[in-house]
């Protein structure tokens, strides 16, 4: 799914990382733990998230992915915006709660990867 369907599905404002809304991004995952985010080694995955901190942004840089959506009307602070721009992450920001963010991913045909040991 490409980051401008995924900004046009949630609705979602997109923050900064406009040269990212034609990149293919076919899986997600969805955490406020980041701790649970970095057990996916995977950079093809849009990160879902409602915890807005420059650690949220970090972990995307550090696992390489593209894109960030924050849910639940959680809108990312300047310095936040700057860490996103310098390693090419898209941050969009949707009004939607968590749970409904990933059903209508998922309902557009967005999936969830399995863990190496087989667990999601």
């Known amino acids: 799914m490409k980051v401008s369907q995924i900004a046009q599905i949630l609705r979602a404002e997109v923050r900064c990382g406009e040269e990212n809304l034609g990149l293919d991004i076919p899986y997600a995952v969805a955490s406020d733990m980041m701790s649970d985010v ?17 650690h ?5 840089q550090i696992l ?17 915006i700057e860490v996103a721009e310098e ?9 939607m709660s968590m749970f409904n963010t990933c059903g209508e991913l998922y309902k557009h045909g967005m999936k969830g990867r399995a863990r190496p040991d087989g667990t999601d």
Do not use: Y
């Not at 390693?87 to 009004?95: A, E, P």
């Open 38 to 54: 970095l057990v996916c080694n995977d950079s093809d995955r849009v990160l879902i998230s409602g915890l807005c901190t420059v």
């Open 87 to 95: 390693n090419g992450i898209t941050v969009l920001c949707t009004d």
């Open 64 to 80: 390489d992915l593209r894109a960030i959506v924050f849910v639940r009307g959680k809108r990312p602070t300047p310095e936040m």
């Open 56 to 60: 949220t942004v970090l972990t995307a």
